[in-house]
């Protein structure tokens, strides 16, 4: 995969960048714009771009580094929480076509809120058919 990307070019050391952490396949440093001090980016050097494109054992291997980072990134700023996440395409906010895991320092003091959760589905019927849809994908 030869594919350039932005995060490509912050691996290659082209675009300058406070590194966190680096290993033979993946990657972090410091997002550009953080929600919160210490808001760090784990991305496999392989320019996959999204949770589709990626292989299992290279997936794997980002979330090793997540898990080894997420408690020393919290220690590092001395947060109260992380928030995890990954975003899918547009849809689901995702600018860089590079699949990349934020890693969020939360404190009790930055009133974030969450997203709003809708109704509940209420009747049986409707949170069947979408379980059976999603499972027939299985
Ligand atoms: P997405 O919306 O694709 O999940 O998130 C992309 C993230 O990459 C954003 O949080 C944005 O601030 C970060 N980002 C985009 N360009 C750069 C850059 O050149 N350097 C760094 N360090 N972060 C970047």
């Not at 590092?76 to 689901?92: F, H, L, M, Q």
């Not at 895991?101 to 009133?111: A, E, K, L, T």
Request: aromatic residues 8%; negative net charge.
């Amino acid at each position: 995969m030869s594919k350039q990307t932005i995060f490509t070019k912050i691996i290659a050391g082209d675009i300058p960048h406070h590194k966190i952490y680096e290993d033979e396949s993946t990657f972090a440093f410091l997002d550009a714009e953080p929600v919160n001090p210490g808001h760090t980016l784990v991305v496999p050097k392989e320019p996959y771009q999204n949770i589709y494109e990626i292989p299992q054992d290279d997936f794997t291997k980002v979330m090793e580094t997540v898990h080894r980072l997420a408690p020393k990134i919290k220690d590092g700023v001395s947060a109260d929480g992380i928030n995890i996440g990954i975003n899918n395409e547009p849809a689901a906010g995702q600018e860089v076509m590079h699949l990349h895991v934020h890693i969020m320092p939360r404190f009790d003091s930055d009133s974030f809120s969450h997203w709003q959760g809708q109704d509940d589905y209420h009747d049986d019927v409707r949170g069947k058919e979408i379980a059976e849809n999603i499972r027939e994908e299985l």
